[in-house]
Nanobody, 111 residues
Framework: QVQVVESGGGLVQAGGSLNLSCVVSGSTISIGWYRQVPGKERELIALILNNGRANYPESMKERFTISRANANTVYLRAKTVKPEDTGVYYC?????????WGQGTLVTVSS
């Protein structure tokens, strides 16, 4: 059973940076970061494959960076955060057959 644990959320000042970590147990083919901001659906921020290739929606490319420390640990870094980045950030790990979510970590950006 794949388990996913996020960490690093909390209160961040607008204009600052955000650093989140995701630790996954088990073997996966990709790990991604998503977020759900108030009043909106959960959206993809970035995805990283086992070969290290990262994919971003166009709207996320400028300020977010996903990186991999090893097969089981993935980071998300955001620069110049804004109040509208406030929300719950989730890590998702996919195997060939299943998808596993963490419990999420709350990020609050103060203006």
């Amino acid at each position: 059973q794949v388990q996913v644990v996020e960490s690093g959320g909390g209160l961040v000042q607008a204009g600052g940076s955000l650093n989140l970590s995701c630790v996954v147990s088990g073997s996966t083919i990709s790990i991604g970061w998503y977020r759900q901001v108030p009043g909106k659906e959960r959206e993809l921020i970035a995805l990283i494959l086992n070969n290290g290739r990262a994919n971003y929606p166009e709207s996320m490319k400028e300020r977010f960076t996903i990186s991999r420390a090893n097969a089981n640990t993935v980071y998300l870094r955001a620069k110049t955060v804004k109040p509208e980045d406030t929300g719950v950030y989730y890590c998702n790990a996919k195997t060939s057959w299943t998808s596993h979510w963490g419990q999420g970590t709350l990020v609050t950006v103060s203006s």
